[in-house]
């Protein structure tokens, strides 16, 4: 349900949107061609999304990303090399995301 909420909210604003259910074929697209922003759930099985953030970081170490979570905060990654540029609790507001894509993507909010 959030990966069609993640797409019903991004689209209209004009983005183009991929969503995984499954982090390992996530990351085997990214390989093939890395999207803008990463947007990635810390709570995922089989992987979290700090293992998504440090793998994305470690084939194209510029990606810009968003950890999304209503299980951790931020301090989950103080003391990782690799972090994810946003965070963002959930629930969040809608406005809010949409603010911190538009930012990332140096587009005027």
């Known amino acids: ?21 499954d982090p390992r074929t996530a990351l085997q697209e990214f390989k093939k061609s890395p ?25 194209h170490p510029e990606q810009k990303i968003i950890l999304l979570s209503g299980t951790v905060d931020e301090s989950i990654y103080f003391n990782e090399p690799e972090r994810p540029d946003c965070f963002l609790a959930k629930p969040y507001q809608i406005q809010k995301f949409i603010e911190m894509i538009k930012n990332l993507a140096g587009i005027p909010a």
């Open 1 to 21: 349900m959030l990966l069609e909420l993640a797409s019903a909210i991004l689209q209209p604003e004009g983005f183009e949107v991929r969503t995984f259910r």
């Open 35 to 59: 999207p803008n922003i990463v947007v990635t759930d810390y709570a995922m099985g089989p992987m979290n999304g700090m293992e998504v953030v440090r793998e994305c970081r470690n084939i």
